[in-house]
């Protein structure tokens, strides 16, 4: 067996002699998890991790096809906690993408589908099987899934600075302020664009004397504290 990959399907989880076997060639594996509970699953991984640590694990639901309420894309996180030295994949039995994009979105370094190039073949998974076309569009959803779900640290980017400058607000001059004045409460107002200090300044103003001469809309800095 010259495959750079081993796959085992559900069916073969617990056959740990043979998994033994499979690990022992050094090849990365790839298990389904069809049917198992999660301690059939740690055997299994315990198994082949005393020959091979390259392993993937496939959550599956042995149901041709996968019902929605039945895919449980939930049990990837589970199977991240679980396995932490593992990478998590999906096997999808389930018609269309929607299930395979949810699995992506919750961790799945792997998506597992059955093909056809004809559903009418004869066969017991040709009708629900993905075509081409399918597939295509899978791999498209796929893709946007990931740009979509970005960046997880809560930072701005170029683009959206711009808009938080016109969008925002800033503290101004609701009238003209002379120096020396005690501003007041009157005298301020929050409006756009937001290239000055934040409405949260506002406060800091009032009470003080104004350090110099400021017109109608003057956008306040922070040298103005």
């Not at 790839?30 to 509970?37: E, F, L, P, Y």
């Not at 607000?169 to 934040?198: C, F, N, Y």
């Amino acid at each position: 067996m010259n495959t750079p990959v081993i796959k085992v399907g559900s069916d073969d989880l617990t056959n740990l002699a043979m998994l033994a076997y499979y690990a022992a060639k050094g090849r990365p594996m790839i298990i389904a998890t069809g049917m198992a509970s999660l301690a059939e699953v740690k055997e299994a991984v315990q198994t082949i991790k005393k020959h091979n640590k390259k392993i993937i694990i496939l959550k599956c639901t042995a149901l041709y096809p996968t019902p929605p309420s039945q895919a449980n894309i939930a049990q990837i996180k589970t199977l991240h906690k679980a396995f932490k030295n593992c990478l998590i994949g999906f096997s999808d039995h389930t018609v269309g993408s929607t299930a395979a994009v949810a699995a992506v979105l919750a961790g799945a370094c792997l998506v597992e589908k059955h093909f056809t190039f004809d559903h009418n073949l004869p066969g017991p998974d040709h009708w629900f099987a993905a075509d081409g076309d399918d597939l295509r569009l899978l791999v498209k959803q796929i893709r946007e899934a990931e740009q979509i779900m970005g960046n997880p640290r809560l930072v701005l980017s170029k683009e959206e600075q711009h808009i938080k400058n016109i969008a925002r607000r800033s503290v101004m001059a609701a009238r003209k302020i002379k120096k020396g004045q005690k501003i007041a409460t009157e005298d301020l107002i929050a409006k756009r664009p937001g290239t000055g200090l934040p409405p949260k300044y506002l406060w800091k103003f009032i009470g003080k004397k104004a350090k110099k001469n400021y017109k109608q809309g003057y956008i306040f800095k922070k040298t103005d504290l």
